[in-house]
């Protein structure tokens, strides 16, 4: 029998990366005691950590030069909070919503600061300023990074000030179920890794900052722990999820594991070449080159692979990184270099680096407003006291394609402003009522996993449908592909209402975890594949061959999908557009 207990907060936040912890020092700042955290891995290995390029905001500290090169600015630079709206709009296929993109630039800037005097170490210039970068899809140098570093000391930054402010903190709890009835939001329930107990936390308001998906995919550039669990535990809530079929491909993931290798790599000056030796993105786009949006460069490397023209016929092509020389790899991409050689052993100083695509970012999620709060329709009907920010939400700030660095700076700007708002409506709401059956049916649901004697393995289950994914609903899809890929999705789900754990018991449990996890896969796997096989257009990350244009007359409109008796139902939202109608979309 697995213990249980129930405990109360005002804020319970689910995720500790950058938009889970600026949330609740948000909430903190803003004079509420009783904030706590969970997290399913230790605070510090969240996936933001993971990030290496850098974080956008206008701030103009370096123009560039003739040949291209970002150079300190003398006279404020060239850059302004109208050029990012502008290249994020452009870069979202006109699928953000641009009262959302306009919070996300202006308000950049004092992320940056803020991070500045919270200590974080970022790559300075000469004169002291933070230094900035070439990133794809941006018009201007505006990424602020540390080496290749940069959600590393982002993190430590928010990790050091939520210590300072008293924040609570569940580590390597892993959160099972979202406790909604009435729509109201009750709580969470979670199982302690360590104890294997379950704990209900009861909270006036809940947020989610759970995170993204790439685990849905064979080839990603995603930590084990990404599997889009927020998102399936609102949806199992009631919560519509919003544009799900919008998934990011990184051009560069290491081949053949899909390990990032920084777009930082691209905007130092690496080239991306063929089996003919040609800097081959020149055909796709010439303005650009490789610093096209990430949607345009990875097809491309696709296509070339599917050409036959990947490094002698095979799966990846190359980024060159050779002319860069020895002192600049190392002072600017020390990790891209660390991970060549550990996992493939080829140094970037001496030799080209294999590449291939790689399931990256979800740029839909869990539909919320511009403060964090979860809505249910294009009416704003909010979910009462349920928040969401960072990756696993949808405020759609990216729209169709995600530009690099602007998704740092959405987790960490969206979670403030969420913990704001939290903290305003914790003021006057009162605990909700704790239904007597919530945990009990968590409980029964994990002691009957544990129990069941034979059945199938959940990691063959999850290599089917990983392998299924980013074969069907990877970069390139088409309506026989997506049918196939719902019939093995079903198949899986079938299978997997079967699965039978090796470990039966409750503590440190990493089978147990990875059969739970799954079952969040194969709920909004569903879902993208719904999604994708329903919008009859290409636009941004979501390319049909079969409908390879935008079709702005039909499809200039979000997506929501609804869990149904029925099964998941489409429903429609329209894009906000305010000053920027969309335009053909050329690099
Ligand atoms: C390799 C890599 C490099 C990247 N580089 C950049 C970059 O240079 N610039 C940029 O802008 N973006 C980059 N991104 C994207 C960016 O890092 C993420 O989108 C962003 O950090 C997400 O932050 P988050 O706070 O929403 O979630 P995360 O940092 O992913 O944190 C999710 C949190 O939720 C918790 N969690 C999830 N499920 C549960 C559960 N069931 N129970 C309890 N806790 C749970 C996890 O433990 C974790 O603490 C990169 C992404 C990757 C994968």
Redesign the pocket.
Known sequence: MIDTTILAHDIVI???????LRAAIAAKENGIQDVAV????H?LR???????????AALGNTVPDKENNPVASQDGGQDSIDLHFADTVKGSDWLGDQDAIEVLVSEAPSILYEYEHWGCVFSRLDDGRIAQRWFGGHSQPRACYAADW??HVLLQTLYQQAERHGVKFYPE????SLVVRDRVCRGVI?WELATGRLIALRARAVMF????Y?RAFRIT???T???G??LA?AYRAGVPLEDMEFVQFHPTGLYPSGI?M???ARGEGGYLINDAGERFMSKYAPSKMELGPRDLVSRSIQQEINEGRGIGGGEYVHLDLRHLGAAKIKERLPQVRQLGIDFVGVDCIEAPIPIQPTA??SMGGIPTDLDGQVILDADKTPLVGFFA????ACVSVHGANRL??????E?TLF?RRAGRAMAAFVQTASLPGWPADALSEARAEIEALLARQRGERSLDIANTLRAEMTKNVGLFREKAGLEAALKVIAECRERFARVSLDDKHPVFNTDLMAAIELGHILEFAELVTVGALARQESRGSHFRTDFPKRDDANWLKHTLVYRTDRGPELRFKPVVITKSPPQERKY
Do not use: F, M, R
């Not at 969970?38 to 891995?41: D, N």
């Not at 920010?389 to 696993?392: D, L, N, Q, S, V």
């Open positions: 689910v995720g500790a990366g950058l938009a889970g969970v997290s399913k891995v605070p969240s996936h933001s950590g993971a990030a290496q390029g850098g974080i956008a940069t959600g709890c892993e959160v099972t979670a900052g759970t995170g993204g790439g550039s995603n930590a722990a990404n599997t669990d927020g535990l990032l920084s777009e930082a990256h970012y920010a960072g990756e696993c690099g660095t602007n998704s740092l700076l987790a979670g």
